[in-house]
């Protein structure tokens, strides 16, 4: 036993660190794009991934306004974030723990995952796709997908471009 | 039976083939699909243009209106103007609330003289008001439902009355969407209705010259199937005349059934 310690434990903390620095996960990057109109408001965002029969395998963020307006409530416009209310938001308690955020400006949003850690589970393998939705009050609602196949087999960065309400998204997958 | 049903449809509709262009009548929510508790407004009318209030108010005040428990909830804010009705609803539950307005009863017309009478009611006034040895006494029964669904949160399941034409939903009304097969059944007293036809308008006909309207029947089961090509509210509506009466002096039954679906872009 005490001859087995520490040649074992050296192996069991290097392990531990490996796996700590490759954990597998995605990184998310999008832009919000910064509009020139008269009157603009915050869109609501729905980040989240999906099978290939469009069921939601998790939600990774929902943005919207979270206090209580002149409007009523924050959660009052959430159905306009239409294919997200319909797979996922009517279905869940509101607020997600972890997923629900405030509205964020235009710019770019890096959103960082790592599997296991909620929000993002252990993802059975298989083929993904990673859906953005963005709806603004005032404005129109743009949905982008990224299909990619987890897990992957080495590092990769998979993009797409928005046209109105979304600008690049890029995914970057760690295996 | 079905044949007795495919008969007396041919019958009616030859007999009243004078009324093919009947005004159809609605409800029309102003929004159907929603996140959190609101109030909701709904406009009623009676119009040939789907949807568009330009002939007659809609007469309101049998309205039910049904909360996802089953308690009724009271209109608020009702109004009839001169060209549409209009009510507000605060929807507080979540689930699926059913706007209906039933119509049930008994409509005769006899000659009296050289007069034509016409009268309307149910079993208890009919047994009373209008003479039973009338002359060229008509006599049928009809039940209309008219109604539209408004869901707060997930759609809950709806469940039928089992009296007259029902439409039993196995995709939810407040689920619809382009592009993607929406499935229906049919059932008379509670029973699937096979060979039921089926028209959907789409609303906004004023901006088109062709009625566009999609026509399906039911099959072996009642059931029928859409794939709706444009966004927008639908009038469904359907009609079915049988003989299974209650009340010995009518020949028929009329029943009719439509609604307001929303079916939202992809």
Do not use: C
């Amino acid at each position: 036993m005490r001859k087995w310690m520490p040649a074992t434990l050296p192996g069991l903390i290097a392990g531990l660190w490996g796996n700590q620095a490759g954990a597998a996960g995605l990184d998310v990057k999008f832009e919000i794009p910064r509009l020139n109109v008269a009157e603009y408001h915050r869109p609501y965002v729905a980040v989240w991934l999906e099978r290939p029969d469009q069921s939601v395998a998790t939600n990774l963020a929902v943005w919207y306004q979270q206090s209580d307006g002149a409007e009523g409530k924050g959660t009052k416009w959430l159905a306009e974030l239409r294919q997200w209310w319909r797979k996922s938001g009517r279905e869940s308690q509101l607020p997600i723990d972890g997923v629900s955020g405030a509205t964020k400006p235009a710019g770019e949003h890096a959103l960082s995952f790592t599997e296991g850690k909620a929000p993002l589970a252990k993802l059975p393998a298989g083929d993904y796709r990673l859906v953005v939705e963005a709806a603004r009050e005032v404005g129109g609602r743009e949905l982008l997908r990224v299909p990619f196949t987890w897990p992957p087999k080495s590092a990769q960065t998979l993009k797409a471009e928005g046209k109105e309400e979304l600008g690049a998204i890029s995914l970057q997958l760690k295996p | 039976m079905q044949r007795t049903i495919k008969l007396l449809a041919l019958a009616a509709a030859l007999a009243t083939a004078g009324a093919a262009h009947a005004h159809s009548y609605w409800m029309v929510p102003s929004s159907t699909v929603l996140s959190a508790p609101q109030w909701i407004t709904i406009d009623a009318a009676v119009s040939n243009d789907t949807f568009h209030f330009n002939h007659r108010p809609l007469a309101i005040e049998p309205v039910v209106i049904v909360a996802p428990d089953g308690s009724k909830v009271a209109p608020a804010n009702v109004s009839k103007g001169e060209l549409r009705s209009t009510f507000d609803v605060k929807l507080e539950q979540k689930g699926t609330y059913r706007l209906e307005l039933v119509r049930a009863g008994i409509r005769a017309s006899w000659k009296e003289g050289d007069k034509p009478k016409r009268w309307m009611g149910n079993a208890e006034a009919f047994a009373k008001e209008v003479p039973a040895d009338a002359p060229e006494l008509q006599v049928a029964e009809t039940i209309s439902r008219l109604e539209t669904f408004v869901s707060v949160g997930a759609p809950a399941a709806l469940k039928v009355s089992g009296k007259g034409l029902e439409l039993q939903p196995i995709t939810h009304p407040n689920d619809l969407i382009t592009g993607e097969k929406a499935s229906f059944q049919f059932l008379v007293d509670g029973k699937p209705a096979a060979g039921v036809e089926v028209t959907l308008v789409r609303g906004e006909r004023r901006y088109r010259n062709a009625q566009d309207e999609i026509k399906v029947t039911t099959d072996q089961d009642g059931k029928f199937a859409v794939t709706f090509p444009l966004a927008g509210m639908y009038w469904l509506d359907a009609d079915v005349q049988d003989d299974k009466v209650s009340v010995k002096a009518a020949k028929q039954r009329n029943l009719a059934y439509t609604a307001t679906l929303e079916v939202l872009p992809q």
